[in-house]
T-cell receptor, first 112, second 116 residues
């Protein structure tokens, strides 16, 4: 079956530090890959996505590249801000019904 | 304007009761979903529904049932509530998938269900 594994948190960084959150996946077929962000007390918001190998998704300074050879979709940001503090979810969709399979989430805490 | 809305935001109830959570989307999407987020933040798909088919995650107990009065609504009914049903439930919607690429899902704010 499909599965997503992402690094456990919390990840604690100082403002302006470089961020990497690792995500690897197992899927049949050709999945689409997503990063969602959940701010405290809110629902999930799409951060970025990639639908085929070597695609790079980017938004708000965050980037992730779809690596088929390593089955990975690592999230990166060059300089984090306090406002980036949230839980980040890696997810894939590779089945009928467009259903998402999520990783366990990684909590990011950015200190001033 | 809220794209995907859920009511209520909080729901506290006793074991054994039957309850419903409502979901509405004004995005014109034709596919809707329900997800469960447990206390450790782990998210799991429960249902995917459009006007053609309902896809159920096989791990979901049959006490849970989605009801769709029209394309803009997908309500979640839960019978005989159990302590383990306590969680945050998220509704989402998207356009139907076309080709190989999956469609982006837009999530509601969530409903926190507490079963006592």
């Amino acid at each position: 079956g499909n599965s997503v594994t992402q690094m456990e948190g919390p990840v604690t960084l100082s403002e302006e530090a470089f961020l990497t959150i690792n995500c690897t996946y197992t899927a049949t077929g050709y999945p689409s890959l997503f990063w969602y962000v959940q701010y405290p007390g809110e629902g999930l918001q799409l951060l970025l996505k990639a639908t085929k190998a070597d695609d790079k998704g980017s938004n708000k300074g965050f980037e992730a590249t779809y690596r088929k050879e390593t089955t990975s979709f690592h999230l990166e940001k060059g300089s984090v801000q306090v406002s980036d503090s949230a839980v980040y979810f890696c997810a894939l969709s590779a089945n009928a019904g467009n259903m998402l399979t999520f990783g366990g989430g990684t909590r990011l805490m950015v200190k001033p | 304007d809220t794209a995907v809305s859920q009511t209520p935001k909080y729901l506290v109830t006793q074991m054994g009761n039957d309850k419903s959570i409502k979901c509405e989307q004004n995005l014109g999407h034709d596919t809707m979903y329900w997800y469960k987020q447990d206390s450790k933040k782990f998210l799991k798909i429960m249902f995917s529904y459009n006007n053609k088919e309902l896809i159920i995650n096989e791990t979901v107990p049959n006490r849970f049932s989605p009801k769709s009065p029209d394309k803009a609504h997908l309500n979640l009914h839960i019978n005989s509530l159990e302590l383990g049903d306590s969680a945050v439930y998220f509704c989402a919607s998207s356009q139907a998938s076309s080709g190989r690429a999956a469609r982006t899902q837009y999530f509601g704010p969530g409903t926190r269900l507490t079963v006592l």
